[in-house]
């Protein structure tokens, strides 16, 4: 048998769901992220704690993003928008679960892409139009898959992929969300 190499640990995963399995709280994680506005429209994002496994953690680094609007918008283009930010998350998730579900089936992957591709009619968020919705209209995920399988199973990855991944879900379907001043 052909060890398969894609860097995945799934027997860490595989493990993890079974212990928290019986103790649910455990599995109850809090993410965070800080932002400070800079100017105009830009802001710094840092990210660095989480709740995790019944108690505070820290990522190895900090994490900084910058969210701006680009020239086009009359803003000075010194990050991303804050709905790419919602696609760079879709696209990475979803590219983890494929890899991670390769893994756990025996597939050799030798590349995986995904483009990600989100229609949006800024009419609603400049007010021009109040039937038009702020957020995107249609997001839009191409694979490309070269791997040691037949389509069907990259197919299946990519499916069990999406069924599993926490962006699609919260993309997908209703989340409370709260804004409050503090």
């Not at 965070?32 to 505070?56: D, P, Y």
């Not at 030798?110 to 039937?131: N, Y």
């Not at 209209?137 to 992929?161: C, G, H, P, W, Y």
Request: with cysteine; hydrophobic share 40%; glycine share 8%.
């Amino acid at each position: 048998m052909t060890t398969v190499a894609n860097g995945v640990n799934v027997q860490a995963l595989l493990d993890a769901r079974e212990v928290l399995k019986g103790a649910p709280e455990a599995a109850q994680f809090t993410w965070r992220a800080a932002a400070k506005w800079n100017h105009g429209v830009h802001s710094t994002i840092k990210v660095q704690s989480f709740f995790g496994l019944g108690q505070e953690q820290s990522h190895k680094e900090e994490s900084v993003f910058e969210a701006d609007h680009p020239e086009v918008f009359a803003a000075e283009d010194n990050g991303i928008t804050p709905i790419e930010y919602l696609i760079v998350g879709l696209a990475s998730c979803l590219t983890a679960g494929v890899a991670s579900v390769a893994q756990n089936r025996g597939i050799q992957l030798r590349s995986v892409e995904a483009t990600v591709e989100g229609q949006h009619d800024i009419r609603g968020i400049l007010g021009a139009d109040s039937d038009v919705r702020n957020g995107y209209n249609d997001i839009k995920v191409t694979f490309n898959v070269d791997a040691d399988a037949s389509r069907q199973e990259i197919e299946a990855l990519v499916a069990q992929s999406q069924k599993r991944s926490a962006v699609f879900d919260a993309l997908t379907n209703p989340t409370n969300v709260t804004v409050e001043v503090a």
